[in-house]
């Protein structure tokens, strides 16, 4: 009997712990224009805004909205709704390996903060919702 209770204690347990690891995805939402537009606004609209800037110039990326953010590049969409892997905002923000260093952003700057980061890779993860 005390090696059932053993186990059904340690299934639980272990089930606990793997509700717990969820990853990165929080439970709380991650809004666009309270949590993500103003860490665009304060390390990536100096270049990315129409007509000027120019981060915009070159690549035709303006974060100035959230319809500019969405529309992505002159090559096409910068953000993968629920795939922070495969975007590239996130990619060249994180200046994840294999990135060329003369393209990660904010350029010529120092990286983002990890918390930022991570608020990016939830909103993204979470959908890229205009909340």
């Not at 800037?53 to 969405?70: F, I």
Request: hydrophobic share 35%; aromatic share 4%.
């Amino acid at each position: 009997m005390n090696t059932h209770k053993l186990l059904a204690s340690t299934l639980i347990l272990g089930f606990s712990l793997l509700a717990g690891c969820s990853g990165e995805q929080s439970s709380k939402p991650v809004s666009f224009q309270k949590d993500v537009y103003p860490i665009l606004k304060a390390s990536c609209a100096e270049c990315h805004t129409a007509p000027d800037g120019e981060g915009y110039k070159k690549s035709g990326l303006a974060v100035g909205t959230y319809e500019e953010l969405m529309k992505g590049t002159k090559m096409g969409p910068v953000i993968i709704p629920g795939q922070s892997l495969n975007s590239s905002l996130n990619r060249l923000a994180e200046g994840r390996p294999g990135v060329d260093p003369s393209i990660r952003m904010p350029h010529g700057k120092v990286k983002l903060p990890e918390s930022q980061l991570a608020i990016l890779r939830q909103w993204v993860d979470q959908g890229a919702k205009n909340n």
